[in-house]
């Protein structure tokens, strides 16, 4: 915390309000902070939140179109459930193995088993065909699928999916399920060919690989702050104020049906595009319309590829910064940082 000479804090508390909350999508205020705060954390969501995805692919048989490499590669961007990721061990660090899969602290094995044998059907194989050792880390599709079935919103269901895959009745509704749903497509057969694998999946960062990013999109805006210039809007005819509201791309303002007065709709959809401003400009009314970003406060959207929810995701990712910080403010030797210590260092 740095104090000024006078003895001030200049520490600040950010505040965060949140505007809609789904399973894959957040809306919400950051506040009372600055750009390299917001920055950093939309960075962390990218980049540092740990999420599984398989990583090691050891191919049996392979008949299909497709090379090794190839199907290998799809499968490593497949999304898994990661709820159990931050407990997880990276497979680097773990002391239990060597990142081979026989580890249940920093690894979940996978196995394949397709062959077509219908000659007139092209059967497709999905991440619906894999089948994971650990209930908790399955295809996110997959997982959907069993959720669904078992009730809807609840919560997925781990201890009842388990005991579905270790007795796969042919008339298993919950099986049906997950048969109708089409899933991630991996390959496609046709009769003869025959695709039979194991795969390892592990914990990793999105820095690493872009298949362990949990974030389809994370993004943030400077939250404008809109000022009307009242007595100038008045000197305007009404359809002088209908082009002026016209002249910005994103309906932003509107014209009050009651009052006839232009009135801010949507502050959030100004695009910083200065159209308005250079319509005003045009009509020989500078200062009519006044836009300004608030510099200490911020509007995130955030979606989610499904590994993890969207809450988990700006939890773990909070969680994530405050140890980068903590490791910098705790620490007063930079040998004892270890690779971030060379970094600060230049080495």
Same mark, same amino acid.
């Given at each position: 915390?740095?104090?000024?000479?006078?003895?001030?804090?200049?520490?600040?508390?950010?505040?965060?309000?949140?505007?809609?909350? %789904?399973?894959?999508?957040?809306?919400?205020?950051?506040?009372?902070?600055? @750009?390299?705060?917001?920055?950093?954390?939309?960075?962390?969501?990218?980049?540092?939140?740990?999420?599984?995805?398989?990583?090691?692919?050891?191919?049996?048989?392979?008949?299909?179109?497709?090379?090794?490499?190839?199907?290998?590669?799809?499968?490593?961007?497949?999304?898994?459930?990661?709820?159990?990721?931050?407990?997880?061990?990276?497979?680097?660090?773990?002391?239990?193995?060597?990142?081979?899969?026989?580890?249940?602290?920093?690894?979940?094995?996978?196995?394949?088993?397709?062959?077509?044998?219908?000659?007139?059907?092209?059967?497709?194989?999905?991440?619906?065909?894999?089948?994971?050792?650990? $209930?908790?880390?399955?295809?996110?599709?997959?997982? +959907?699928?069993?959720?669904?079935?078992?009730?809807?919103?609840? $919560?997925?269901?781990?201890?009842?999916?388990?005991?579905?895959?270790?007795? $796969?009745? !042919?008339?298993?509704?919950?099986?049906?399920?997950?048969? #109708?749903?089409?899933?991630?497509?991996?390959? #496609?057969?046709?009769?003869?060919?025959?695709?039979? /694998?194991?795969?390892?999946?592990?914990?990793?960062?999105? %820095?690493?690989?872009? #298949?362990?990013? $949990?974030?389809?999109?994370?993004?943030?805006?400077? *939250? !404008? *702050?809109?000022?009307?210039?009242? *007595?100038?809007?008045?000197?305007?005819?009404?359809?002088?104020? +209908?082009?002026?509201?016209?002249?910005? !791309?994103?309906?932003?303002?509107?014209?009050?049906?009651?009052?006839?007065?232009?009135?801010?709709?949507?502050?959030?959809?100004?695009?910083?595009?200065?159209?308005?401003?250079?319509?005003?400009?045009?009509?020989?009314? !500078?200062?009519?319309?006044?836009?300004?970003? %608030?510099?200490?406060?911020?509007?995130?959207?955030?979606?989610?590829?499904?590994?993890?929810?969207?809450?988990?995701?700006?939890?773990?990712?909070?969680?994530?910064?405050?140890?980068?910080?903590?490791?910098?403010?705790?620490?007063?030797?930079? @040998?004892?940082?270890?690779?971030?210590?060379?970094? /600060?260092?230049?080495?």
């Amino acid at each position: 915390m740095e104090r000024a000479a006078g003895g001030v804090s200049y520490q600040r508390f950010p505040r965060v309000r949140i505007r809609e909350l %789904k399973d894959d999508y957040a809306k919400f205020e950051l506040r009372d902070t600055d @750009a390299s705060m917001a920055n950093a954390l939309r960075r962390v969501m990218i980049a540092e939140v740990p999420t599984v995805a398989i990583d090691l692919v050891e191919i049996e048989v392979n008949s299909s179109v497709l090379n090794d490499e190839f199907i290998a590669h799809r499968l490593g961007l497949i999304p898994l459930t990661s709820a159990a990721a931050m407990a997880m061990r990276f497979s680097r660090d773990c002391d239990a193995c060597d990142g081979d899969g026989s580890c249940e602290y920093c690894s979940v094995e996978f196995h394949l088993a397709a062959r077509a044998t219908d000659s007139d059907q092209t059967l497709e194989v999905t991440s619906n065909d894999l089948r994971s050792t650990d $209930p908790k880390v399955c295809p996110v599709d997959q997982a +959907r699928a069993y959720q669904h079935a078992l009730g809807g919103t609840e $919560p997925f269901d781990t201890a009842a999916a388990a005991d579905q895959r270790q007795h $796969p009745l !042919p008339c298993c509704p919950i099986m049906d399920i997950i048969a #109708k749903k089409l899933g991630i497509l991996i390959v #496609k057969l046709r009769r003869g060919q025959e695709l039979r /694998l194991r795969a390892i999946a592990r914990k990793g960062i999105g %820095k690493d690989h872009a #298949k362990w990013s $949990p974030a389809a999109t994370v993004t943030f805006m400077y *939250e !404008p *702050e809109i000022r009307i210039n009242e *007595e100038l809007m008045e000197t305007l005819t009404l359809e002088e104020k +209908r082009n002026l509201v016209e002249s910005s !791309p994103t309906k932003v303002f509107n014209i009050d049906p009651n009052t006839q007065q232009v009135v801010v709709e949507d502050a959030e959809a100004y695009t910083y595009d200065d159209e308005v401003i250079k319509k005003a400009d045009a009509m020989g009314k !500078p200062g009519l319309i006044e836009i300004n970003a %608030k510099e200490d406060s911020f509007i995130f959207t955030v979606e989610t590829t499904g590994a993890i929810t969207a809450y988990e995701l700006i939890m773990n990712a909070i969680t994530v910064l405050r140890q980068k910080l903590d490791a910098v403010r705790l620490q007063d030797d930079d @040998a004892d940082l270890g690779e971030l210590g060379a970094h /600060l260092v230049g080495g």
